[in-house]
């Protein structure tokens, strides 16, 4: 048993595009930007992204949750993926989708310390 982190992003089409251009781009940005995080070790893209419950559905694991929710983040930041993007962090025996702790994406930027006068 091992932590997964299932990235759901809404399953929505970019904005103005051209009639006959694919409604979302988006899906190939974030398969490239998670296959150069595997190619680099950071995380593990274990599976094939799909379609669930009006989402689609990207995995990666390999890592602690902290370092799996941190990239998670950055992919619902990258341009163009629309908003309402969450992660559920799950198992990899987990018998479906969609169970664990769901938690919004991007994360909130940590705020910086504050200084003591």
């Known amino acids: 048993?091992?932590?997964?982190?299932e990235i759901h992003i809404?399953?929505?089409p970019t904005p103005g595009l051209p009639v006959d251009a694919y409604p979302f781009p988006w899906?190939?940005?974030i398969e490239d930007f998670l296959v150069?995080?595997?190619e680099a070790g950071q995380v593990e893209v274990p599976d094939d992204g799909e379609q669930y419950?009006?989402?689609?559905?990207?995995?990666i694991a390999g890592a602690n949750e902290d370092v799996l929710l941190k990239a998670a983040s950055r992919v619902a930041a990258l341009d163009g993926v629309p908003?309402?993007?969450f992660a559920m962090v799950t198992r990899d025996d987990a018998e479906e989708m969609g169970l664990g702790r769901h938690v919004d994406l991007?994360?909130?930027a940590p705020s910086a310390p504050r200084a003591h006068a």
């Open 1 to 5: 048993m091992a932590d997964v982190v």
């Open 10 to 12: 809404p399953l929505v």
């Open 27 to 29: 899906i190939e940005r």
């Open 36 to 38: 150069g995080l595997d």
């Open 53 to 59: 419950d009006g989402n689609y559905v990207f995995f």
């Open 83 to 85: 908003a309402g993007a």
């Open 106 to 108: 991007p994360l909130p």
